[in-house]
């Protein structure tokens, strides 16, 4: 048994949140009454800079049921801050944290299934990954299994299919406050934490209510941000394709000499042109991720706040 923690990111979930904090409540209290976890756990939920009544309902719960605990972020930071913010401040109440998104896409029922992994075989962390995508279309489906495959490639140990639903103990939580960084991609850091960590499979359903908070643009800078953010390789890439292009060159050299000294200098403008824009590109597309990378650079070495807790709605008890 342990003090739990249902760690829940919201931005504009005014639709979703009455459906949400009463399925999680129900399945808190059945879990309490199996002895699995302690009477005093909490649904903390982080109201990430919301532009609806997402806080004033936060704030209703809390008044309704000391269950449910808020925190109010002083402006909008994106989801992985959030979620953040919710985690360390659940690390000193808390023996042990499941954090999960407010659409109830993430299967309630598979808490209860983590926790017997932290329970039984001592998990400090557990997985939630997606046996299938079955509520996705083709085109999300392929994309996000796209993404995944070229996130290990690249050499981010990721674990497939996995979101943000997954269980940490406390101790887990403790090693994940000693990373600084303030560009984050949760889902990256987590697995580098290291200790015993196990996978719960569930099926994700469609979203209650409201809309996406990730549309494609997003969901694009979303996969740039996780790739530059735990892997180097792509200016590898980059320095690889450059010796490519070099020994190209080389041999168009060969090539072209061979011609002159033939007789046959007459050459096409085609060719020139395509070599022209190709090799163009390329240094564009190059240029553009090395200053991604300096970008991140600069944000690190100003080591801004991540986010600001404007107030935290919760308890004196620990």
């Known amino acids: 048994m342990g003090r739990l923690f249902c760690v829940i990111p919201c931005y504009n979930e005014q639709e979703v949140l009455p459906e949400t904090s009463k399925r999680i409540r129900e399945k808190l209290r059945d879990l309490i009454s199996k002895g699995k976890i302690d009477a005093d756990s909490r649904v903390l939920f982080v109201n990430d800079g919301s532009k609806d009544d997402t806080w004033k309902m936060i704030s209703d719960l809390h008044s309704e049921d000391p269950i449910f ?58 997985y939630g990954v997606r046996s299938k995508r079955a509520t996705d279309t083709f085109f999300k489906r392929a994309t996000a299994e796209g993404f995944y495959k070229m996130m290990n490639s690249l050499g981010a140990n990721t674990v497939y299919n996995h979101a943000d639903y997954r269980l940490m103990s406390r101790r887990a939580l403790e090693g994940l406050s000693e990373f600084g960084e303030v560009n984050l991609f949760l889902r990256g850091i987590v697995p580098m934490i290291g200790f015993k960590s196990d996978i719960v499979y569930y099926e994700r359903a469609e979203r209650f209510a409201g809309e996406s908070k990730y549309p494609l643009g997003k969901m694009i800078s979303f996969a740039v941000e996780g790739i530059t953010s735990l892997s180097t390789k792509p200016i590898k890439v980059i320095t690889s394709l450059g010796f490519f292009i070099f020994f190209v060159s080389f041999v168009v050299l ?27 590109g390329l240094m564009m597309i190059s240029l553009g991720v090395i200053g991604e990378y300096i970008g991140k650079i600069y944000l690190e070495t100003k080591n801004r706040p991540r986010y600001i807790i404007e107030s935290y709605l919760g308890d004196d008890k620990k």
Do not use: P
Request: proline letters at 0%; charged letters at 20%.
């Open 69 to 126: 605990q808020g925190i109010n972020l002083s402006r909008n930071r994106g989801h992985q801050n959030a979620l953040l913010a919710g985690l360390l401040t659940a690390k000193d109440y808390c023996d042990v944290s499941i954090s999960m998104d407010a659409d109830l896409q993430d299967d309630i029922d598979a808490i209860e299934a983590m926790i017997d992994k932290y329970n039984n075989e001592g998990c400090d962390i557990v």
């Open 254 to 280: 060969i090539y072209s000499l061979i011609r002159f000294f033939t007789g046959h200098t007459v050459q096409g403008w085609t060719t020139t042109v395509l070599s022209v824009w190709s090799i163009g």
